[in-house]
Structures are given as structure tokens and as C-alpha cells.
């Protein structure tokens, strides 16, 4: 699936060619995972990270052709140079060779996207535990979604780990079967599969894994042949996301989405 959104540059009526044609606006692409992961995102373009987006076109007059795809299939093309950025992003340096951050090997928090946490989801009735030290009772292999950054964190705490799902509710459907001891799922997704038919089966642990700042992050190709418009585009993230319109509308979408509860 792709999406794209196109904005002109402010200046384009100034930026004629010489047959008098407008500049064409500078084309970013980017990619993102396929898959719903509210208020952040859905795959129709709606959410915060696509409505942040649309700001940072208007404010640098580029256009944004989104695809959806695969998280591992993202992160594989943004280290090849396939596409121009990735979104959301979180940071570790084992990522610092698929792609740039703002800041670098020390990416700036200030130029983030959002921030969110993973929760460790476990069967009804179910005797783990995660204090925000250490587990207890675990007696199996804690799931993570293809690719996702959790599973470093989960390994540094020596958990044994299954990496063999890409959705969410595949991971659910697994620790529900019995095949799995917990599950690791970021904030968004876990609040909705605790709205959906296997809420009743599961639990939200209420102390966070983790917490964590989301990123744009540009193919190294696309820093190196322009790092004045990457810049742009980093600085233009920080001045959207603190903006009081964005945040009034972030505050909106975060309550509406969290309902108090998982």
C-alpha cells in the first residue's frame, strides 16, 4: 500500500526553471510498518505521526511518498538506500548502520516523534511478573514482534526470546495457546487488543518494560547527498511536535486512545 501526500513549496511561484515551469518539489520517501498502531498511525494515513508529517511537508515543501510494508522488510530498505527515511523509529546502536538519526550516535530527543512505552502482556490468571527489575515466574520464552528493538532489551535481561510472529495478535493467539510465557507490545498495541474479543483471556502488567523516543530516520544515502534538507526536516519534526496546535491535538488523540486503562 502507498500514500502519498504532496505539498507545493511556499516559495514555488519564486522557483521557476528557465521554460518557466515551477521547481518540482523535493520527493522523500518513506516507509512504515503495516500495520495499526493508534493514535500513532493506521494504514489509511490517518493518526498523529501522519498528521505531524503533513505539517513538516507544508513547513519544508517536500513531497512525502509513504509505503507501508513489513517492519523488517522497512528497516532492510532503509539500510540499502531502497527508500529515502523510515518512521517510527526507535534508537539503539545496533541501528545506528540502517540508517541517520537527528543527533547521530546520540540521537536528540528533541527531535523526536513521540514517545511510547512497551508493556508486558501475560495469560488470565497467569503467575509473571516484571517489577521493573526482574521477572518472576518465568517459565517460557517472552514474544516480540519481527524486528522490534524490544527484544535487545528483553536479551540484556537474559529472557529467552521468540521473535517468530509480526503482528501483535499473533503474538496474543500464541500466549493464549500456551506457546508463549509473555508477550512484549508496544502501548498502542496493546491497549486496542485489550478492547478486542481476547481481552478477556489476557492482562496488562502495570509497570512499563520500557519507554521509549520514536524517530524519522533517513537512509545514509539521502543525508550525505542532501544533509542540509535532512536537517531541515529533523528541525521541522521538533517545531511541529512542540507546537501548541500539534500538542493540543496530541493531548486530544492520547486520552481518546487510552480511555484511562488498558
Same mark, same amino acid.
Not at 110 to 123: N, P, S
Given at each position: 500500500?502507498?500514500? @502519498?501526500?504532496? #505539498?507545493?513549496? #511556499?516559495? %514555488? %511561484?519564486?522557483?521557476?526553471?528557465?521554460?518557466?515551469?515551477?521547481? =518540482? %518539489?523535493?520527493? #522523500?520517501? /518513506?516507509? $512504515?510498518?503495516?500495520?495499526?498502531?493508534?493514535?500513532?498511525?493506521?494504514?489509511?494515513?490517518?493518526?498523529?505521526?501522519?498528521?505531524?508529517?503533513?505539517?513538516? *511537508?507544508?513547513?519544508?515543501?517536500?513531497?512525502?511518498?509513504?509505503?507501508?510494508?513489513?517492519?523488517?522488510?522497512? /528497516?532492510?530498505?532503509? +539500510?540499502?538506500?531502497?527508500?529515502?527515511?523510515?518512521?517510527?523509529?526507535?534508537?539503539?546502536?545496533?541501528?545506528?548502520?540502517?540508517?541517520?538519526?537527528?543527533?547521530?550516535?546520540?540521537?536528540?530527543? *528533541? +527531535?523526536?516523534?513521540? #514517545?511510547?512505552? !512497551?508493556?508486558?502482556?501475560?495469560?488470565?490468571?497467569?503467575?509473571?511478573?516484571?517489577?521493573? +527489575?526482574?521477572?518472576?515466574?518465568?517459565?517460557?520464552? &517472552?514474544?516480540?514482534?519481527?524486528?522490534?528493538?524490544?527484544?535487545?532489551?528483553?536479551?540484556? @535481561?537474559?529472557?529467552?526470546?521468540?521473535?517468530?510472529?509480526?503482528?501483535?495478535?499473533?503474538?496474543?493467539?500464541?500466549? &493464549? *495457546?500456551?506457546?508463549?510465557?509473555?508477550?512484549?507490545?508496544?502501548?498502542?498495541?496493546?491497549?486496542?487488543?485489550?478492547?478486542? =474479543?481476547? *481481552? %478477556?483471556? /489476557?492482562?496488562?502488567?502495570?509497570?512499563?518494560? &520500557?519507554?521509549? =523516543? !520514536? !524517530? /524519522?530516520?533517513?537512509?545514509?544515502? $539521502?543525508?550525505?547527498?542532501? =544533509?542540509?534538507?535532512?536537517?531541515?526536516?529533523?528541525?521541522?519534526?521538533? @517545531?511541529?511536535?512542540?507546537?501548541?496546535?500539534?500538542?493540543?491535538?496530541? @493531548?486530544?488523540?492520547?486520552?481518546?486512545?487510552?480511555?484511562?486503562?488498558?
Amino acid at each position: 500500500m502507498r500514500l @502519498q501526500l504532496l #505539498v507545493l513549496p #511556499v516559495l %514555488a %511561484a519564486c522557483c521557476m526553471q528557465a521554460h518557466g515551469q515551477a521547481a =518540482p %518539489a523535493p520527493s #522523500v520517501t /518513506l516507509c $512504515f510498518e503495516r500495520q495499526e498502531v493508534p493514535p500513532w498511525r493506521t494504514l489509511d494515513g490517518g493518526g498523529l505521526n501522519f498528521e505531524l508529517l503533513a505539517e513538516v *511537508a507544508k513547513r519544508t515543501g517536500v513531497t512525502f511518498d509513504f509505503q507501508s510494508m513489513p517492519w523488517k522488510r522497512c /528497516l532492510e530498505q532503509l +539500510k540499502s538506500n531502497q527508500v529515502g527515511g523510515a518512521f517510527a523509529v526507535s534508537f539503539n546502536r545496533e541501528r545506528m548502520d540502517l540508517g541517520a538519526y537527528p543527533g547521530g550516535a546520540n540521537a536528540n530527543p *528533541a +527531535k523526536r516523534m513521540h #514517545v511510547d512505552r !512497551y508493556v508486558l502482556v501475560r495469560r488470565r490468571g497467569s503467575r509473571l511478573e516484571w517489577d521493573g +527489575k526482574r521477572f518472576t515466574h518465568l517459565d517460557g520464552k &517472552i514474544g516480540v514482534q519481527l524486528g522490534y528493538s524490544v527484544g535487545d532489551f528483553l536479551r540484556a @535481561q537474559h529472557v529467552p526470546v521468540d521473535e517468530g510472529s509480526q503482528r501483535s495478535d499473533e503474538l496474543a493467539q500464541k500466549l &493464549i *495457546a500456551g506457546r508463549l510465557a509473555g508477550a512484549a507490545l508496544g502501548g498502542g498495541d496493546a491497549k486496542r487488543l485489550m478492547r478486542g =474479543p481476547l *481481552a %478477556a483471556r /489476557l492482562e496488562v502488567l502495570p509497570v512499563p518494560l &520500557i519507554e521509549k =523516543p !520514536y !524517530y /524519522l530516520v533517513l537512509s545514509h544515502a $539521502f543525508v550525505t547527498n542532501q =544533509p542540509q534538507l535532512a536537517a531541515r526536516l529533523w528541525d521541522a519534526v521538533e @517545531q511541529v511536535r512542540t507546537s501548541p496546535a500539534y500538542r493540543k491535538r496530541e @493531548q486530544s488523540l492520547l486520552g481518546a486512545a487510552s480511555g484511562g486503562a488498558y
